[in-house]
């Protein structure tokens, strides 16, 4: 009994020792386990099982890998977890990793940050048992697949990719309303007076021909119309396909009344200001001229009148 004590002593001092808890030391799952697990899910609920590819393997585990050493033990947002490296998407990713795509063809995605405790069933039961992400996982129109798995620390990230083939036939699982592989062509709508382009739905007609004919994607479409990834669309369904343009507001200018100023006085040649001093000169001296020829016809006068007022006395004396 001391030994088995002292067996189990010494165990524990050599966990102690090495820093590694059982916990710690848990693995998480393995890609190709979860790719196993997913297929399980589709057998269970009457859906084809889905081939698994390479290159989505390699773009799925590229992701994980990202998501493990930008955020770490704190996992991101729902959707910044679907933005790689440099701003991708799962599309660009696959791509990247050499997947060819063909006309209807898309990536959709899970992605999650759990404990590396959380077992496989818990993963696709419980965190992604929600619709949108069992919508990934048993899309009729699956055909491929691929998984990632990175750890750091306690956390385990997970990714999972699952091609859909909408020019497919779909396998198991119906969908409600009308997104059939039966395409209609589809026409381009006429912009609107505010510059939307509403798109009226007819039977037969998908969302990625919608999205193919107007050059833009099926996530924007659903965004722009609010879908969810398990939404499908159907007949006479209105959709926006670009929204209205925003006005900018027009700058009103104010006119300012400037203040009253002075004449300018046109510029003067030399010889103009010679003319005008001259003409000036000629002015003064002929002004004072005049007043001296005044002076004198005064002075007479008053001599005149003197010599008449003294001529009068000498008459009255006589």
Known sequence: MKKLALFICSVLMLFSINGVSPKAAQAAVGAYDLTVA??????????????????????AQNQATYLANTYAATPPGETEGHIGTDGSDATSRAEEAGYVFTTGTQVRENWAGVSSSTTVDELINSVWGDADHTNVMLHPYGIQIGAGVAQVDDMVYYVLNVVVDYTSSPTGLATS????????????????????????????????????????????????????????????????????????????????????????????????????????????IVTQGNREVLGIVLIIGCGIGLAYLIYTMFRKKE
Do not use: C, F
């Open 177 to 284: 309303r009308t997104e059939t592989p039966e395409v209609v062509p589809v026409d381009v709508a006429t912009p609107q007076t505010d510059g939307s382009i509403i798109h009226v739905v007819e039977k037969g007609q998908a969302l990625w021909s919608i999205a193919i004919t107007y050059g833009v994607t099926v996530d924007q479409l659903r965004i722009l119309n609010n879908l969810s990834e398990t939404a499908n669309i159907y007949e006479g369904q209105q959709l926006y396909v670009r929204a209205a343009y925003t006005q900018t507001p027009t700058m009103t200018s104010t006119v300012t009344p400037m203040p009253p100023t002075r004449t300018p006085i046109p510029p003067q040649t030399p010889q103009a200001l010679k003319n005008q001093t001259e003409a000036s000169d000629s002015d003064s």
């Open 38 to 59: 997913v297929n399980s899910l589709r057998a269970d609920n009457d859906v084809a099982a889905l081939s698994t590819s390479v290159y989505l393997m390699a773009a």
